[in-house]
């Protein structure tokens, strides 16, 4: 556990100096360098930190280490309650169409950068390119042919927006709309995330074995 609070304190470190070079880490943390080389190479190892060598005006130029852009989503984010306050603001003043329509504005958005994307023939190899693309935004898809119907059963674990979605159900409507439209068959929605489920489910119907 020690090994494990001890990156976490060289992360909290950095993030609060913006670099440091070993000799640094290791007096605040009041270890040796050694040690602090030994962290350092697991969190280079995983992406989370980076190098490069400073010159000095005495001694030989030396390593000084900051954080890599992966690093982020290990400190707390508040995004959820911005958008909220902003949403909650634009419906205050200028009424829930007005809310509607920037819902349907981000899924115009979407669609054609999806549909700029989407490179594949068949209905399988589209819906396997939309759970990447839908992963590269942190929905943790899975997905899988029902032996029976041939439809995909598509999974997403994680809701990035779940907390907006829970009071504008727009976010679920414009995303199952954007479903539809870059896959240009039937979807339905079995679960919900906003609804306090444990996943959001799609059933995308097979269109192509039933022609």
Known sequence: MRN???????????????????????????????AVRRHLNTLERDRLIESHLVRQ???????VYSLTEESEHLFPKHYSDFALDFLQDIEENEGNDKVSSLFRRRE??????????????????????????????????????????GDFVFKE????????????????????????????VEIEQRECISKGEDKC??????QEDQK
């Open 201 to 206: 489910v799609y059933i995308i119907k097979n």
């Open 4 to 34: 494990s609070s001890t990156r976490n304190e060289i992360l909290q470190m950095l993030k609060k100096h913006g670099s440091l070079t070993v000799s640094e880490m290791a007096a605040e943390l009041k270890i040796t360098e050694m």
């Open 157 to 184: 674990m994680n809701c990035p927006i779940s907390q907006v979605a829970k009071e504008y159900t727009h976010a679920c409507d414009c995303e199952l709309s954007l479903f539809k439209r870059v896959l240009d």
């Open 57 to 63: 005006s005495m001694g030989r130029p030396t390593n």
């Open 108 to 149: 115009e958005r979407m669609l054609k950068l999806y549909k700029q994307e989407m490179k594949g023939e068949t209905l399988e190899q589209k819906v396997e390119q939309l759970a990447v693309l839908q992963n590269q935004r942190g929905y943790m898809v899975e997905f899988e042919r029902d032996p029976e119907t």
